[in-house]
């Protein structure tokens, strides 16, 4: 029988990709979303996967949504921790509402689902956590000092949980993507992808979406299962570590 494999913010972007990539690798699959029902609605009936409205930031809402994915479809045995969201400023400029509602949508909505499907995976001692960090969580950016305090946060949060979760049989993992070509990137001006991004790059192009999604794939299946607390880097040479 199948796994079920649940992506969060997995009807749009790195995550549509996400979430397409495991469907075609034979896993049954649930997207979560926070907002945009017409969108979610175009995303099923385009591929066919279930989508689920609730905002990760809220830990009763993800106790109660995991509870109705698994009751629709089985129990949760690949979590992939995509949603986020950006809110940036100069640190001068910014507000504790914009601190928060990153911090607790990147980091906290880590805990939130993670915790809800945990007790389920070392029950049943087998268990894949694959969070999508970002390379500035690994270098710092400028006006994302909320940002990247998040996704720092959540390699930290990795390797922690990779050693609670080993002796269960539970893999925890994380993807620092770089730039990759989503809707995000098509505000950026032209002549600052040309002449500001694209040669900061050593491959010399953006990544693509479906690269991310090919990396959830590997980490996601047996083959991988010798591989936890790791950090994957997906950034095109950008930044090495």
């Known amino acids: 029988m199948a796994r079920t494999a649940l992506v969060t913010g997995g009807s749009r972007g790195i995550g ?26 175009a995303f099923t009936d385009e591929t066919g996967i279930r989508t689920f409205k609730w905002d990760v930031s809220d830990y009763e809402a993800c106790k109660a949504g995991i509870a109705e994915v698994e009751e629709a479809m089985g ?10 969201i950006t809110r940036d400023a100069p640190f001068h400029r ?5 601190w928060t509602e990153v911090i607790d949508t990147n980091l906290s909505g ?4 993670t915790h809800n499907v945990w007790p389920g995976m070392r029950e ?8 999508i960090s970002s390379i500035n969580g690994q270098k710092g950016q400028f006006a994302q000092a909320n940002y ?6 959540d390699i930290g949060f990795t390797k922690a949980l990779a050693q609670e979760g080993a002796r269960a049989g539970i893999t925890v993992n994380v993807i620092a993507p770089g ?5 995000m990137m098509s505000t950026i001006p032209e002549k600052v992808m040309n002449e500001v991004i694209l040669p900061a790059i050593p491959v010399g192009r953006l990544g693509e979406a479906e690269e991310v999604a090919r990396c959830v794939v590997f980490l996601a299946s047996e083959d991988a299962g010798f591989i936890t607390g790791s950090t994957l880097t997906a950034n095109g040479g950008q930044y090495l570590v």
């Open 16 to 41: 549509a990709a996400i979430s397409k990539a495991l469907k075609e690798a034979g896993y049954d699959v649930a997207a979560t979303y926070a907002g945009n029902d017409e969108k979610a609605r």
């Open 75 to 84: 129990p949760v045995e690949v979590l992939v921790n995509n949603a986020g």
């Open 94 to 98: 910014m507000t504790p509402q914009q």
């Open 110 to 113: 880590l805990f939130n689902m």
């Open 124 to 131: 049943r001692k087998f268990g894949r956590v694959i969070s």
């Open 148 to 153: 990247a305090a998040a996704k720092a946060g």
């Open 179 to 183: 730039y990759i070509n989503t809707e």
